[in-house]
């Protein structure tokens, strides 16, 4: 199972209560893994809580930036969920790549792990990272290329509902991209994918040749 969160919102858990019900496991452990090294726990502590209420043992903080110990990657692999962060989505995919992690998270999915990614998170899942930049990430890292780790064939742009110009880049994205399908959400909304079938949760669009659809479960 792969998830989609434009954001997690402490108003609207219906995201994380239905991939719940999916796995059907009772106190499920889940590893934690920030875009960037968050050295005081401050991000990891908040979603810590975020899932303690929701009965989640939030396990191991697995650092791919400052504080990488592959000695860990065992103890990541036995969780029944990985959690990926929002951040800057090139900093986070040159992480990835810096530490072939792509094919731990690859392996990890295969043998039924669930991958939960967040804004940046999500969007290193896709095909490609380029919509990250209708979000306003920079590529400070100078990463080669776009491409994102291909667990899906389409992209994904969060915050639809923060940020006004965003529907306008889109339409052009997509018209410089017309073999691309890109899901927009709405913070508090997302895409559940399991079993290849696509589940809808909250305001999510598909936009595609420059129209904006709205997607209805």
């Known amino acids: 199972m792969l998830v989609f969160h434009s954001d997690q919102l402490d108003s609207n858990k219906e995201i994380d ?10 106190n499920p452990k889940f590893g934690y893994i920030p875009s960037c090294a968050d050295i ?15 009965g989640v043992d939030l396990d191991i903080y697995f650092d791919l930036d ?8 065992d103890r990541l692999l036995e969780c029944d969920a990985i959690f990926l962060s ?28 669930v991958i939960i990614g967040v804004s940046a998170g999500a969007m290193v899942l896709t095909s490609s990272i380029e919509s990250s930049n209708i979000c306003g990430d920079i590529n400070d890292t100078n990463l080669e290329n776009s491409d994102g780790l291909n667990f899906v064939n389409f992209d ?16 052009k994205y997509s018209l410089d991209n017309k073999s691309k399908k ?14 290849n079938k696509i589940e809808i949760i909250g ?4 936009t595609y040749n420059g129209d904006l659809i709205p997607m209805i479960d």
Request: glycine share 10%; aromatic share 14%.
């Open 66 to 73: 400052q504080e990488y110990d592959s000695s860990k990657i």
């Open 86 to 113: 929002g951040g800057n989505t090139y900093y986070f995919m040159n992480n990835i790549r810096k530490r072939k992690f792509g094919k731990v998270l690859e392996k990890f999915h295969k043998k039924g792990g």
């Open 156 to 171: 994904f742009v969060p915050h639809l509902n923060i940020q006004s110009n965003m529907i306008e880049e889109l339409k």
């Open 40 to 54: 005081e726990r401050t991000y990891y502590n908040l979603k810590k809580d975020y899932y303690k209420s929701l």
């Open 182 to 195: 890109i899901f927009v959400c709405n913070d508090g909304s997302g895409l559940i994918i399991n079993n």
């Open 17 to 26: 209560k239905r991939v719940l019900e999916i796995m059907g496991k009772g």
């Open 203 to 206: 305001d999510v669009y598909l």
